[in-house]
Nanobody, 123 residues
Framework: QVHLVESGGGLVQAGGSLRLSCVASGRTFSTSTMGWFRQAPGKGREIVGAINWIGSVTYYADSVKGRFTISRDNAKNTVYLQMNSLKPEDTAVYYC????????????????WGQGTQVTVSS
């Protein structure tokens, strides 16, 4: 079982930037796909992006493509989500999640989740 802890959320004005971090415990992090998801009030959980175990393959939702970047540092058991040009519609609780296997965009494929970090973008 992998334990995940997100940090870096907060309140930012539209057009601003934030970097989220997700630190994992457990020896399987370096061989696992990591995903970032978000859930806005009254909406379902949606994928933001994902990165494969070595960082050679990434996926981004169309809504964040070109603005968000996922990276990972396996030596630090950490995955990052750099968010630039933030919009009010990016407001949500952001979660990181882990799965063994290739990138999948459905949350049901991910087996461990962090507690989430709130991102609020004001207009």
């Amino acid at each position: 079982q992998v334990h995940l802890v997100e940090s870096g959320g907060g309140l930012v004005q539209a057009g601003g930037s934030l970097r989220l971090s997700c630190v994992a415990s457990g020896r399987t992090f370096s061989t696992s796909t990591m995903g970032w998801f978000r859930q806005a009030p009254g909406k379902g959980r949606e994928i933001v992006g994902a990165i494969n175990w070595i960082g050679s393959v990434t996926y981004y939702a169309d809504s964040v493509k070109g603005r968000f970047t996922i990276s990972r540092d396996n030596a630090k058991n950490t995955v990052y989500l750099q968010m630039n040009s933030l919009k009010p519609e990016d407001t949500a609780v952001y979660y990181c999640a882990v799965r063994n296997g290739p990138i999948e965009i459905s949350s049901g494929w991910y087996t461990s989740w962090g507690q989430g970090t709130q991102v609020t973008v004001s207009s």
